[in-house]
C-alpha cells in the first residue's frame, strides 16, 4: 500500500493556485536578479520547483507569465503599504517614508525590468500600461486617504501627485546604487512641503475593515 504525502492529501485545486502562486513569486525573484533576458520560462519554472510544461499549462506564454507576475507584484505593493497602517495612518512623514519604500523596494526593481521589456515588445507594452496605469490609480487613491488630503482643495491632487512621481525617481535611483542616507533626507523635506502645502498636525485616517 502506497504512502500517502502530504501533497495527495491537498485538493487539486489549491495545488492549483499554489504552484501558480510559486511561478509568480519565483517570475518577480527572477526579473530583480537578472533582468528581462535572463528570466526565462524555464529559469523561471526551475525556481518554482515546477517543470516547464506546469508552468507553461498556467502561462502559455512568456508575455503572460510575466504581466501576471506585474499585476502580482502591484497587487503586494498595494497591500503591503496597507499593511504598514492596518489601524490608520497618524503621522505624515511615516506616511512618506512607506511611499518611497514603496517604490525603493525589490517589487518595485522587479516591476522596472518589466517596463524595459515592454519598451521594446509591443504586446508586452500595451498589458504592462494597462496594469501600470490602474496601479498608478490605485497607488494615488491610498496615498490620499493615508495623507488625509482633500482633492477639492486647488493643487492638493498635483501635490500628491508630485510625492509619487518623486518617490517613483527614488526608486529609479535605487537601482544602481545604495542612497539611503540621502534619500532619508529627501524624505524629512517632502514631509515638511507636504505639511506646508496641505496644512500641518498629525494626519488622522481610519482604517477600512
Not at 482643495?153 to 544602481?176: C, H, I, K, N, S
Not at 524629512?188 to 505639511?195: R, V
Request: charged content about 25%; overall charge neutral; aromatic content about 4%.
Amino acid at each position: 500500500m502506497g504512502t500517502v504525502t502530504a501533497a495527495d492529501r491537498t485538493p487539486k485545486q489549491d495545488r492549483s493556485r499554489l504552484t501558480r502562486q510559486r511561478l509568480l513569486e519565483a517570475a518577480v525573484t527572477c526579473l530583480a536578479a537578472h533582468g528581462w533576458a535572463g528570466s526565462t520560462v524555464a529559469v523561471v519554472a526551475e525556481r518554482a520547483g515546477v517543470s516547464r510544461g506546469a508552468a507553461q499549462h498556467h502561462f502559455p506564454t512568456r508575455e503572460d507569465l510575466f504581466t501576471a507576475a506585474v499585476e502580482y507584484v502591484a497587487e503586494q505593493r498595494s497591500g503591503a503599504l496597507r499593511a504598514l497602517f492596518p489601524d490608520g495612518a497618524r503621522d505624515r512623514a511615516a506616511v512618506v517614508a512607506a511611499l518611497v519604500d514603496l517604490f525603493t523596494g525589490p517589487l518595485f526593481k522587479a516591476a522596472l525590468q518589466l517596463w524595459a521589456a515592454a519598451a521594446h515588445e509591443e504586446l508586452l507594452r500595451l498589458r504592462v500600461t494597462e496594469i501600470e496605469a490602474r496601479v498608478g490609480r490605485e497607488t494615488h487613491r491610498i496615498a490620499v486617504e493615508l495623507l488625509g488630503v482633500d482633492e477639492s482643495v486647488p493643487g492638493a491632487r498635483e501635490t500628491v501627485q508630485g510625492l509619487l512621481d518623486m518617490a517613483r525617481g527614488l526608486g529609479l535611483a535605487a537601482v544602481l546604487t545604495d542612497d539611503t542616507r540621502r534619500r532619508q533626507r529627501v524624505v524629512n523635506q517632502w514631509s515638511a512641503l507636504l505639511d506646508e502645502a496641505l496644512g500641518g498636525g498629525p494626519v488622522v485616517t481610519e482604517a477600512r475593515s
